[in-house]
């Protein structure tokens, strides 16, 4: 299954995978990602978004709108099929403004997660150290402040137990002012699947899942971008 995907994008000449092949690609080395399907006309994303089940949420499905959400294409929170067809009739309308020349595959619409605290895990390619992992906390302020750790592939559970707890906003996780603290054995668990991933499958060059929510019990990945090795 994994083979077959990167095997599709390597025949259309692309190293960028869809967000639905990015989290099947996940699924398939047991990473939790948040179930989604794409749709290639309105009429077939309302009919997934209640095959689903409501809220759901649509995202363009489009290799060359790489920042979703920047361009207007990404919709939360929809609770009909009349919000899913607005929502899909204006993702085309702001993509097809931003990036009048980009490929379209249709949308991708998936179940809409409960809100946890949004972590992030990637994987970038050191040109001495080879495949590294980062983790940290997600979101505006991260960005800013990169809050961050960093270690080689492969781990074990030890690094994973340590690349969580030094990154600065650790408190966070382990709960603040009432709120509850996350399932961080659970975030190791996810650290380690993604090593094992990499470790497995040299052709990627870059992984990001920017977020994933982490819960009191369990963890689970919202978005996914995954980047081949060019070939
Ligand atoms: P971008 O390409 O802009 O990174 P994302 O897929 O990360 O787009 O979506 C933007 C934001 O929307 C995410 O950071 C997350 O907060 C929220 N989001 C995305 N997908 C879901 C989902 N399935 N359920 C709940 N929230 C989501
Ligand atoms: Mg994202």
Known sequence: ???MIIEQARKEGRTMLTEIEAKQLLKNA???AVETR?????????????ELGFPVVM?????????????????LGLKTSAAVGKAYDEIMKSITAAFPDAKIDGVSV?????QGIEVIIGMSKDAQFGPVLMFGLGGVLV???????FRIVP????????????IKGFPLLQGYRGSE???VENLENMVLKVSEFIEKTPEVKELDLNPIFAYKDGAVAVDARVILEAK
């Open 59 to 75: 995202k363009i499905a489009s290799v060359d709108v790489v920042h979703k959400s920047d361009a207007g294409g990404v919709k």
């Open 143 to 149: 960005e800013i402040l990169k809050d961050v750790s």
């Open 181 to 183: 603290p996350v399932d």
């Open 38 to 50: 794409l749709a290639t006309s309105k009429e077939q994303a309302i009919a997934t978004a209640k």
């Open 30 to 32: 047991g990473i939790n």
């Open 155 to 166: 781990l074990v559970k030890r690094d994973a137990r340590e690349m969580i707890r030094e």
């Open 110 to 114: 998936q179940k809409m997660a409960k």
């Open 1 to 3: 299954m994994t083979d």
